[in-house]
């Protein structure tokens, strides 16, 4: 079976800075991430995705993810969060090449950026 | 705007009531994904469908069922409402079934069980 595992509950940060959300999968076979991001109100929608290729995958927003395979871990990167990142972000993991149509979730981080 | 739409948007009810939550996914999308998402369980998959079939199924009580109709909408019908299951139901489609790709999401449905 598929988990997510996200490490950060809440997250506070300042303008500008720096932003790292870890988020680590277990599963044996070949997967598909995605990290999704729901604003305040409204529904999630996705910010970036990898399948294959280059494990450095760049989405909108100025958000990049790193798949690391021997870490299994899909971690979100931004070098430079605004105000409008405030959020709460979730990483999900599904099986390729499978009839399952399931995408298995982390629990979320929640962010907030003070202006 | 995702594309896809999700009726009512709120909704409360009394415990062992049921009710029917409704989706209609992106246009040409053929999968339908239901999701829970509560406080203490985060975003929980419930069922998939595809073009009318199940075809995937998760954490999803037997009080609670969904199907997909031959226009691709989908209804996901709870019945015997507990106060645990007040959540945000949500609804997303995606093209197709076996290689997965981006889920897109409605606006959710708000359940109220009192």
């Known amino acids: 079976a598929q988990s997510v595992s996200q490490h950060n509950h809440h997250v506070i940060l300042s303008e500008a800075a720096s932003l790292e959300l870890g988020c680590n999968y277990s599963?044996?076979?070949?997967?598909?991430l995605f990290w999704y991001v729901q604003y305040p109100g409204q529904h999630l929608q996705l910010l970036l995705k990898y399948f294959s290729g280059d494990p450095l995958v760049k989405g909108i927003k100025g958000f990049e993810a790193e798949f690391i395979k021997s870490k299994f871990s899909f971690n979100l990167r931004k070098p430079s969060v605004q105000w409008s990142d405030t959020a709460e972000y979730f990483c999900?993991?599904?099986?390729?090449?499978?009839?399952?149509?399931?995408?298995?979730f982390g629990d979320g981080t929640t962010l907030t950026v003070k202006p | 705007d995702s594309g896809v739409t999700q009726t009512p948007k709120h909704l409360i009810t009394a415990t062992g009531q049921r009710v029917t939550l409704r989706c209609s996914p992106r246009?040409?999308?053929?999968?339908v994904y239901w999701y829970q998402q509560s406080l203490d369980q985060g975003l929980q998959f419930l069922i998939q469908y595809y073009n009318g079939e199940e075809r995937a199924k998760g954490n999803i009580l037997e009080r609670f069922s969904a199907q997909q109709f031959p226009d691709l909408h989908s209804e996901l019908n709870l019945s015997s409402l507990e106060l645990g299951d007040s959540a945000l139901y949500f609804c997303?489609?995606?093209?197709?079934?076996?290689?997965?790709?981006?889920?897109?999401f409605g606006p959710g449905t708000r359940l109220t069980v009192l």
């Open positions: 999900a993991v599904n099986a390729r090449n499978t009839n399952a149509g399931k995408s298995t």
């Open positions: 599963y044996g076979g070949t997967v598909n």
């Open positions: 997303a489609s995606s093209v197709g079934q076996v290689r997965i790709d981006e889920q897109f």
């Open positions: 246009s040409g999308d053929l999968s």
